[in-house]
């Protein structure tokens, strides 16, 4: 590699500033980078049981030379660029000069490196960015780098850690993103000492694709190449039905860079316009090579945004690529598709509408008949069903207003009060399932699961290793039935990986998540008996007036709010 300077002043202000070390995934990202543009074919990452207390990266690349290692450290400095012409074209990960130096000055940190032929490695240690110590290593060729107590200075920072669970998880996650993108290093990670992820070597990009995303996808990934107009589009798309409900299976490189760009996910979503349903997101991993003066790089300082020259170019292909791979459809069978994302109303009970009401006949012909005498007075039971709006309102009237009620939303708070009540006296009530209902998993996937299973046992679903990353439902709590398994199981996942939930510590969260897929959609036309019941259950779990999410479950409108619309009143 070249040799390091410090950036010129009028290079510095070229560069797009601010900070880029957030959390311990963000010093494994730019020291990643680091050892990708040496040029290595191995690199291994160790972390300790809270990743921001140890964090060791070894690379078998170019190494450095001992002035150069102390250069290293200091802001703006870089052997990748020199000038501020060579923004326009970068064809390196980095370029900024500043990674080292912010991660050296949040921490106490070791780098030791030997290039080819020097007859000794040499080290450096910092601490808050000053150099302490230095001298001679031996070593193989290549660069360690360890880095301990991560934001020791900066408490405040240090504040806005998650659990180390969820920063190993993030962790993980930058080393498989990587991963994807360069097929040909054998990356490793440790944690505490255990093997978490072991990539050998692979000639092509899908193979490595299968070994990140998991033996699930294995025969739900399909390759596609097309180069037109000097940009190169490889895309591994996996077929619809392995979509997820967050867009953690996105993965776009631009140019060997892993980036976040509305352009790409945009196209994306456009490709699969029509073979994906609501709420539902892609899996798919799609690389850009294009001349590195068609993309703009230094947009932000983490350099995972960027800007297309010609965006629109891109956008048509990348949509017209993945169209034409789902048109072809490659994928050999047909899996069965996630059970549907609109769960109907029980198995048992009726699932077909007897007779439709219309608002006259409703109301005359509709006999309150309560099922519990006891709560034919509450909140919801006392007022006068007077109708149903678009199969998915029911309108009750009292003395004083007219309420616009929520159907799904109401279910929604029965089953979540339900479930909540039967889990805190005790265990929710199971069915065991006579055949196990089997979930492939990807590998990150597996391990979030694996994680909350006695948390997902007390809200009555029992799961079970079934070897490799496969999951076997055994039990399932009584109010389900096993075709909405999969995807509760899915959804609950996607959250904790999403993090909205730091860790799902929150039982809630999954008794929430139960409770909806449970739950009678919305345009989903009830009966007679089923709104009564709807109304009372509404009134027998406390006359709740939100949905699990905190959503209303009704709007009142006073009949003098009525009537002033009517100009009957002043
Ligand atoms: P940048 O990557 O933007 O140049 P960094 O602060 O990340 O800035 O690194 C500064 C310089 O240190 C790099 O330009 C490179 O010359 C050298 N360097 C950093 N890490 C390594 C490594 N693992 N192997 C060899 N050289 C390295
Ligand atoms: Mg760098």
Redesign the pocket.
Known sequence: ?AR?RILSRETIEHIAAGEVIERPASVVK?LL???I??GADEISVEIGSTPEAYIRIS?N????EED?LRL?VLSH????IQSSNELASISTL????????SIVSVSRTRIS?RIDGASAGCFIRTEAGDIVETGAAAQPRG?IVEVNDLFFNTPARKKFLKTPATEQRKVIEVISTYALCYPGIRFSLKAKGRDILKLLPEKEHLARATAVLGSAFRKRLHLVHVKRAGISLRAIVASPDMARATRVYMYTFVNGRHVKDRVLTSAIMEGFRGHLVKKRYPCIVLFVDIDPSEVDVNVHPTKTQIRFRNPSAVFGMVASTIKKTLADYPWDRPRELNPQDEPTYSATEVSEPMVTYGMGKLHKTWPRQSRLTGVAGGFYSSKKVIGVLHSTYILLQDRDALYILDQHASHERVNYERLKTAISSGSPESQLLIEPVLIELGPDEYRVIEKIMPLVLRAGIELEPFGGTTIAVRAIPSMLSSADVNSIILDIINKVMDGTHDTVDHLDDIIATIACHRSITAGKKLDETQIIALLEDLDEVGSPRSCPHGRPLYKKIGIEEIERWLARRP
Do not use: P, Q, V, Y
């Open positions: 590699m390091i730019e980078e680091n050892a543009d040496a690379d690349g170019c190494g450095m150069d290293s400095t870089t052997s990748k980095g370029f900024r000069g500043e990674a080292l130096s490196t660069t």
